[in-house]
């Protein structure tokens, strides 16, 4: 593993080098370099969890007045799987640096989502521990937020719903959704759908599918409303 490579990939600098390798340390690897003092990443995965549970739901809380606890939740779910956990891995390139034993390294470890998650979890705990909070919801204002805000987990939430309850809040108002374009090839379309609300606040999102499309543009709307 090169730590310093993997410092510079990340815009990082550790204090304690041997919790970064910790995190990226496997037990498989471990159990093969039994006379060294290695040890594996499942402490600072089990640390890891709950830093990114409480970094997520901070920022669900803080972006989402109007959005209900149980919204909250199921949006927090699908950020903090494994699936979602696999892809911000894979996209920093975690796989590159993890030390695995060589049974577990020929049997396709190095891509395996749910090793790569719980990679990913343990140098957040690492991270945690070597510089504190702040430092560590900064990485994920970094990594992860960004996806949030885009809708990468749109499809988790009902935005749809939680326009229409804000809105029948004023009789008078009407949602007024329209598909205003279509782009790409007939196997590959992407769809632009727009949300138009009575007092002229509106909004727009593109997703695969309409209904993907729609809800992107509601939870614009919703986004408008915050500020």
Do not use: W
Not at 106 to 112: A, E, I, K, L, N
């Amino acid at each position: 593993m090169n730590v310093a490579q993997l410092e510079e990939q990340l815009h990082l600098t550790f204090n304690n080098h041997t919790l970064l390798r910790q995190a990226f340390t496997h037990s498989s690897y471990v159990n093969e370099h039994r006379d060294q003092t290695f040890s594996d990443n499942e402490r600072l995965e089990f640390l890891g969890d709950a830093v990114l549970e409480l970094g997520v739901s901070q920022y669900l809380y803080r972006k989402n007045p109007n959005m209900p606890e149980g919204e909250m939740t199921k949006l927090r779910a699908s950020i903090v799987c494994e699936p979602s956990l696999y892809n911000f891995a894979k996209e920093l390139k975690f796989g590159d640096h993890v030390l695995l034993g060589k049974g577990e390294e020929q049997t396709g470890g190095r891509d395996r989502p749910a090793l790569l998650a719980d990679v990913f979890e343990a140098f957040l705990g690492a991270l945690y521990l070597d510089q504190g909070f702040d430092i560590a919801l900064a990485f994920l204002e970094e990594h992860v937020f960004p996806k949030i805000d885009t809708g990468a987990f749109s499809h988790a939430m009902d935005y749809k719903s939680q326009l229409q309850e804000l809105v029948q809040q004023d009789k008078n108002q009407k949602i007024v959704y329209q598909i205003i374009e279509e782009k790409g090839p007939s196997h590959n379309k992407e769809f632009v759908a727009e949300v138009v609300i009575k007092e002229g606040v509106s909004g727009t999102g593109v997703g695969r599918t309409k209904k993907e499309a729609e809800q992107r543009a509601a939870k614009k709307v919703l986004d408008t409303f915050a500020k």
